[in-house]
């Protein structure tokens, strides 16, 4: 397998995603499981890897840059954080070896916000970033990242400025699941109810402080009224990220379009949202984005 020049990861917290990548960016070949950090961290860092490696064909001597949660506290080797304002130059300058292997092995640290008052941390994301957005890339920029854990990121001149993160995604897995609401959402089926959903982030948008009261007539609507379990799945992803619109556009200068780096149906839903509060936007593809971000982490590093 002759021109390859790197492999790229991104190591989520249940997620595992590599590429084989050439000289000139293209993708060669690629592998994703579920042995993301949690499982990894049981069956070891290094065997999971070279598995991949291996159901590649891939040479033993090529470097492999990685982003994610493998440079966790609980991960492979800790990459710690950068602190804002971070400029992304600073994450690939910041890059940390992977000791004790045959090959060279880099894992990009993550972003931190060492403030009292709203602390935050990041990691994974800032790549995306770099691929979306570039290392300088002139104006401002505010980025929204949905997921487990949602970011909204202020970028100006390739500096990230400040950043915010929202449980919209775990919120919603626990609220359907562990909560009265499981009833209403029982047989659910896969298609979504863009009604339902558009009307619930508006409600939620424009009164964020009922969001505990919104969610409860979720229930009671489908009891006095009746409603399908699609229905009330929509009502209660759209106020959730209706809420955390309402707080992520604060920081929106009038008419300035946001920068949606997502995929998949994060991508569709947040894209409705946004559409459905006239908000302008530019998506990028979330997968895209982080093997850009990995390309030009490579590029730096070994001077490509």
């Known amino acids: ?15 595992f995603r590599l590429w084989l990548m050439s000289a000139s960016g293209k993708v060669l070949g690629e592998r994703r499981s579920d042995e993301g950090m949690t499982a990894a961290a049981r069956t070891g860092f290094a065997a999971v890897l070279q598995s991949h490696l291996d159901a590649l064909g891939a040479a033993a001597d090529l470097p492999v840059v990685i982003c994610g949660m493998a440079g966790a506290r609980q991960g492979w080797v800790e990459a710690g954080y950068i602190d ?22 880099r894992i990009l640290p993550g972003i931190a916000q060492r403030d009292a008052a709203a602390p935050d941390v990041m990691r994974g994301e800032e790549t995306q970033l770099l691929g979306a957005l570039g290392l300088n890339a002139p104006g401002e920029a505010l980025v929204c990242m949905p997921g487990t854990h949602s970011k909204w990121v ?3 001149g390739g500096t990230v400025e400040r950043f915010a993160t929202f449980m919209t995604g775990e919120l919603f897995s626990a609220v359907a699941r562990d909560t009265i609401l499981s009833h209403a959402v029982a047989g659910a089926e896969e298609a979504v109810d863009g ?6 982030v508006a409600a939620a948008f424009a009164a964020p402080a ?8 979720v ?45 998949g149906r994060l991508q569709r839903l947040y894209q409705m ?28 590093i070994w001077k490509k």
């Open 1 to 15: 397998m002759s021109g390859l020049s790197y492999v790229a990861v991104d190591w989520g917290t249940s997620s």
């Open 84 to 105: 804002t304002p971070a400029h992304l130059t600073d994450i690939l300058n910041g890059a940390v070896v992977v000791s004790g292997q045959a090959r060279e092995i």
């Open 154 to 156: 202020k970028v100006r």
């Open 195 to 200: 009604d339902a959903f558009r009307a619930a």
């Open 210 to 217: 009922l969001s505990a009261n919104l969610l409860f007539r």
């Open 219 to 263: 229930r009671s609507r489908q009891l006095l009224f009746g409603g399908s379990a699609q229905a009330a799945r929509e009502t209660i992803s759209g106020t959730l990220i209706g809420v955390e619109l309402a707080a992520g556009l604060a920081e929106r200068e009038q008419g300035a379009p946001v920068t949606l780096i997502a995929s």
């Open 273 to 300: 949202a946004l559409e459905a509060l006239s908000i302008p936007l530019d998506a990028v593809d979330a997968e895209e984005a982080v093997r850009r971000g990995l390309a030009g982490a490579a590029a730096t």
